[in-house]
């Protein structure tokens, strides 16, 4: 079904060891796929034109160095490419232990349209900070025009993008107890679910102003993702969990890798849903969920390699055709297509 066709070279280094280390997002009318990476402090953003098939165009983000020599870096932590309703192309979302900044995907420099600490953000919890547990951002979602970013505290921060470089900051999301695992989305359904490392599942009411409902899982959820009112979760012992948005009921469950799950990605045309692990495979399956027909999960392929730790793999467009993996300590991504076999009989021979 899938071939590996190419590996895209890093501009330099390596793929730094964060769940969910790739981010995607594509422009179907424009027909341009982009990626980013996390390579220690900086972060590498790449493009192509998926009609034309160029070669990936690179630039990269290197965020703040250390203003003296004995001063540790702060390596960045998060990173997401989400497209808000306001703008004309995504943003680059990026999280440390000190700052979310929003950078522009088309201009790329090392100076954010949009820069918020931790410790402003996080006001209430600012004597936490490096005690109870040291700060981080994980997971990076957008509803609307409503940027995301989960923090070690469990709270939400919640940025409004107004404008292609107007952003402001609202009022925290508050409901987690527990450092946030992950956020994900379905821009169609406007669905948006956040998790956290206690096992519990929030499904916000729209626009994400409200619990819509919350799910005890009972396992250590370490991303997650949404696709047709479902959310899918991928755990910390390799199993994965197909949730209802409408009820909160256990769908389904897969005991699929045998290490930690980094990356759920979710194809929406196609209904195809991507887990990656660091156990070196990743697994392409199908959602059925239409009636008459009974629920179901369906395998369509998968690839391993066990000198490989998987720390993310997306489809690279809305078709679920394509696919990119970022491997741990790998200077390049890994890349698939659906390829079509040519047949390869011959004609029979003429007898006359």
């Known amino acids: 079904m899938f071939e590996k066709v190419k590996e895209v070279a890093l501009p330099q280094g390596t793929v730094s060891p964060w769940p969910s280390n790739l981010a995607v997002c594509w422009l179907d009318t424009r027909n341009?796929?982009?990626?980013a990476v996390i390579q220690s402090?900086?972060?590498?953003?790449?493009?192509?034109?998926?009609?034309?098939?160029?070669?990936?165009?690179?630039?990269?983000?290197?965020?703040?160095?250390?203003?003296?020599?004995?001063?540790?870096?702060?390596d960045v932590t998060a990173v997401g490419l989400v497209h808000p309703n306001a703008r004309n192309f995504p943003v680059v979302?990026?999280?440390?232990?000190?700052?979310?900044?929003?950078?522009?995907?088309k201009k790329v420099s090392n100076k954010p349209l949009f820069s918020i600490t931790l410790?402003?953000?996080?006001?209430?919890?600012?004597?936490?900070?490096?005690?109870?547990?040291?700060?981080?951002?994980?997971?990076?979602?957008?509803?609307?025009?409503?940027?995301?970013?989960?923090?070690?505290?469990?709270?939400?921060?919640?940025?409004?993008?107004?404008?292609?470089?107007?952003?402001t900051a609202r009022k925290n999301l508050k409901e987690h107890r527990s450092a946030i695992s992950d956020i994900?989305?379905?821009?169609?359904?406007?669905?948006?679910?956040?998790?956290?490392?206690?096992?519990?599942?929030?499904?916000?009411?729209?626009?994400?102003?409200?619990?819509?409902?919350?799910?005890?899982?009972?396992?250590?959820?370490?991303?997650?993702?949404?696709?047709?009112?479902?959310?899918?979760v991928g755990t910390l012992r390799g199993l994965i969990q197909y949730y209802s948005v409408t009820t909160g009921e256990l769908m389904c469950e897969i005991d699929a890798h045998a290490r930690p799950i980094n990356s759920v990605s979710v194809a929406p045309e196609s209904a195809y849903v991507l887990t990656s692990s660091e156990d070196g495979t990743f697994i392409v399956s199908k959602l059925h969920t239409r009636k008459p027909?009974?629920?179901?999960?369906?395998?369509?392929?998968?690839?391993?390699?066990?000198?490989?730790i998987i720390m993310g793999a997306q489809f690279t467009n809305g078709r679920g055709s394509a696919i990119?993996?970022?491997?741990?300590?790998?200077?390049c991504l890994s890349m698939y297509k659906i390829v079509k076999k040519t047949s390869n009989a011959a004609a029979a021979p003429s007898t006359s």
Do not use: M
């Open 32 to 35: 341009i796929t982009y990626v």
């Open 41 to 74: 402090n900086n972060i590498h953003v790449g493009n192509w034109d998926n009609k034309a098939e160029t070669e990936v165009s690179w630039d990269t983000i290197s965020t703040s160095e250390p203003s003296t020599p004995n001063e540790k870096v702060i």
């Open 93 to 105: 979302i990026v999280g440390s232990a000190r700052f979310i900044n929003v950078y522009d995907v």
């Open 119 to 167: 410790a402003s953000a996080l006001r209430d919890h600012v004597t936490a900070v490096g005690k109870d547990v040291g700060p981080y951002c994980r997971g990076i979602s957008c509803n609307d025009n409503s940027i995301l970013v989960g923090t070690h505290t469990g709270e939400i921060v919640v940025i409004v993008c107004n404008s292609d470089t107007n952003f």
């Open 184 to 232: 994900a989305t379905c821009r169609y359904d406007e669905v948006t679910a956040s998790a956290d490392s206690n096992g519990e599942l929030i499904i916000w009411q729209k626009p994400v102003k409200g619990v819509g409902s919350k799910v005890l899982t009972k396992q250590p959820i370490n991303v997650i993702n949404v696709l047709r009112k479902q959310v899918i």
């Open 293 to 308: 027909h009974a629920y179901q999960v369906e395998y369509r392929f998968s690839d391993a390699d066990p000198y490989n």
């Open 324 to 331: 990119a993996v970022a491997a741990f300590d790998s200077n």
